[in-house]
């Protein structure tokens, strides 16, 4: 049946279109002024807004309200109540006030508050973004939030974006006005984060107790085939697949979700979504939604989503690719270089902020990619390293070399595409080819940062990529303050000049996966934090607190506690896994290795009985091998059980992160090698599991 999409597109969402029906006119512009800039909302305005956006949600169905925020655990949280109004004469009436709508209190108590909060201080308060629309999801209106504390400590994600996105908008309006642009009041962060994931079989998935604790394979002999072919990149989708595609699309279209390209990824299973661009906070409300409606719609087609960044070993893991760009109020990106991006002042001052914000606070862009799931996927051939640079292609770099050296720039020609095949039509060229291996590329008009996992909230990227911009663009509107308009043009290339002579160094644009530019990089003084234990104390370094002290992102108490989130997040990750690894070797692996080496070793026995003649060397090598394999595993059990006790007991919580990292991990890697060794020697039908063969192309 034909579907309207249009008119699908947004039906569940309190949109613009919603708004100007159901609003008075006087509430309408004064919601509209909030939304757009920032001013403070008045509760005769919300009382307003309630009640239309109550009745609008009774009409499409809906029976209850929630805050919908976003914690500290990286996930989303909810708490529900309905319309419901008790009247005297033991009726009800579906009632929602503007103080509902503007405040919620949810317990703050039982969220990680890394010491920000003693348990007994169970007050919190979620207060209504209108920002980013509402919408109906389950029968219930979605109402986004922020959350914090009694004492008004930032206990989310959302809090800390949105005052980086106005720390940003103040600095770059300022610098726009010096510069002569004064028609801008306003500037918007946007992005558009690209997931990755993965789809296997439901009824295999509840199989495998590492996929449904953890999220991925700890164990797993890899299959024949994996990715070598090189055919499932882009290939034409399989019907289930396509399917759950094509429901997805309609569930996230419902909602106001532009998701655009959907695609098969390199790895076999392995699958892409990738959005319009949004503003940033709406952007990041978007993917939490995006990541919750791709599993409940795996679920409604026999499927499970897997969102780990390394859910099957051996082949490629699952990234998120956060494409950012810089807009005005009146419509300009100022990451467009236009066709002379070598004369364009302003495109040139907002790239070399980037290139400043991304070398000086490279540490932060690491921490921002940090998590136990993406340390098994940054640095491999597969995804950006763990060093942070800048790709710029041949064009700007040229661009950034004649400032630097006050030389000519000899502009580049658009090159027409020579294919060799005159039926096809011709078309220029890009002035740059694409560099997949760097973790920070311009691409056109907007940067990619490539470091992400595919299970992150987009929120913590941005919340520093805005702010460290923010602080260069402070810095160079100082430098240029009282210049005059007709000295304007020599202090900006003078400014330039000085910058790209500092900060040149993290711009590369060659093979990032590439022994020598490890070595490159270390000779250029730039950071290799190869893993999250590694990385997590910058976020702490002095620099780091100054600087979001300085913009009022965070307090100081506030990066302390998110500190020691993200060490006791990874501290509890390796903790589950570990636990888990244990527990499906010691209740399913070890029987199945014991059961097949008793069968093979009766099975010998048996043809010795009955023809002494019968060789049984193979039989009797593998039920040797099958039996050191046993006791290998056996004993590294053992060693692990001792080690999973000794992580609680380390004087801090950096400390068992490093011991995590250093030895549970290495115990855990030993194990998995041994397992995978003797699972290659033991029949499908006897494992306890379902395999890599049957989870990548069951479906």
Not at 204 to 224: E, H, I, N, W
Request: glycine fraction near 6%.
């Amino acid at each position: 049946m034909k579907k309207d999409i249009p008119a699908l597109y947004g039906s569940l969402v309190f949109n613009d279109k919603v708004m100007r029906n159901k609003l008075p006119k006087d509430v309408y512009k004064a919601l509209k002024k909030t939304i757009e800039n920032g001013t403070h909302l008045e509760l005769e305005v919300a009382n307003s807004v309630a009640v239309a956006m109550k009745e609008w949600a009774v009409e499409n169905g809906a029976t209850h309200f929630t805050h919908w925020f976003q914690p500290m655990t990286g996930f989303t949280a909810e708490k529900h109540d309905s319309f419901i109004s008790p009247t005297s004469n033991g009726e009800v009436i579906m009632d929602f006030s503007g103080k509902e709508l503007v405040k919620g209190e949810p317990d703050a108590s039982s969220f990680p508050s890394g010491g920000l909060r003693a348990t007994f201080e169970a007050r919190g308060y979620t207060a209504w973004d209108p920002t980013s629309p509402a919408f109906i999801k389950d029968g219930t209106l979605y109402i986004p939030t922020a959350f914090c504390s009694y004492g008004g400590e930032a206990l989310d994600k959302k809090t800390p974006l949105l005052r980086s996105m106005e720390a940003l908008s103040n600095e770059a309006v300022k610098i726009l006005h010096i510069l002569g642009n004064t028609a801008v009041t306003h500037v918007s962060t946007t992005i558009g984060p690209e997931q990755e994931y993965f789809l296997v079989d439901k009824d295999l998935y509840k199989q495998r107790r590492d996929l449904v604790f953890c999220g991925r394979t700890l164990m797993g002999a890899s299959a024949p085939r994996g990715q070598e072919m090189e055919d499932h990149y882009f290939g034409a989708l399989k019907p289930r697949v396509a399917a759950y595609m094509h429901d997805l699309d309609e569930e996230l279209w419902k909602l106001g979700i532009p998701a655009k390209t959907k695609h098969n990824e390199v790895a076999p299973s392995q699958h892409e979504l990738a959005p319009i661009f949004d503003t940033a906070n709406v952007a990041v409300d978007h993917n939490q939604l995006t990541m919750e409606i791709m599993k409940k719609v795996a679920d409604k087609h026999g499927l499970a989503c897997l969102l780990h960044e390394k859910p099957f070993e051996g082949i490629n893991g699952s990234g998120k690719h956060n494409n950012w760009s810089i807009s005005t109020n009146t419509g300009e990106n100022l990451l467009d270089p236009g066709k002379t991006p070598d004369q364009n002042i302003q495109f040139l001052v907002f790239l070399m902020a980037v290139i400043k914000a991304v070398d000086e606070y490279a540490d932060l862009m690491r921490v921002s990619a940090a998590s136990a799931g993406n340390d098994h996927r940054l640095g491999g051939n597969e995804a950006p390293p763990a060093i942070v640079s800048i790709f710029l292609g041949d064009e700007l770099t040229a661009v950034l070399k004649s400032i630097e050296e006050d030389t000519y720039f000899d502009e580049h020609q658009s090159v027409q595409l020579e294919t060799g095949a005159h039926v096809l039509p011709h078309f220029m060229k890009d002035n740059t080819d694409r560099n997949r291996t760097s973790p920070f590329a311009f691409t056109g008009n907007k940067f990619e940062f490539r470091m992400l996992g595919s299970s992150a909230s987009v929120a913590t990227p941005n919340i520093i990529l805005n702010t460290a911009v923010a602080e260069a663009l402070s810095q160079f509107a100082k430098e240029l303050e009282g210049t005059a308009p007709e000295d304007m043009e020599h202090a900006v290339h003078e400014l330039i000049k000085r910058a790209i002579k500092k900060h040149k160094k993290v711009i590369f644009n060659g093979n990032g996966y590439t022994e020598e530019w490890v070595e490159e990089a270390k000779k250029r003084g730039l950071y290799n934090l190869e893993s999250t234990p590694d990385c997590l104390p910058q976020f702490i370094s002095d620099k780091n607190v100054e600087l979001f002290t300085k913009h009022h992102i965070f307090t100081k108490e506030e990066i302390f506690s998110r500190y020691e989130i993200l060490l006791e997040n990874y501290v509890k990750t390796i903790g589950i896994e570990a636990k888990t690894m244990k527990e499906m070797l010691t209740k399913d692996f070890l029987p199945a290795v014991s059961s097949y080496a008793a069968s093979v070793s009766d099975n010998a026995l048996a043809m010795k009985a009955l023809a002494p003649s019968v060789p049984t060397a193979s039989a009797e090598s593998l039920v040797s091998s099958l039996g050191d394999a046993y006791e290998k595993i056996s004993s590294a059990l053992s060693t692990l059980d001792e080690e999973i006790q000794e992580i609680d007991k380390k004087g801090s919580m950096q400390e068992s992160a490093d011991y995590c990292h250093k030895t549970v991990l290495a115990t855990m890697d030993e194990l998995r090698a041994a397992a995978d060794e003797a699972e290659a020697k033991i029949p499908d039908e006897e494992l306890p599991y379902p395999t890599y063969d049957a989870l990548l192309f069951s479906v």
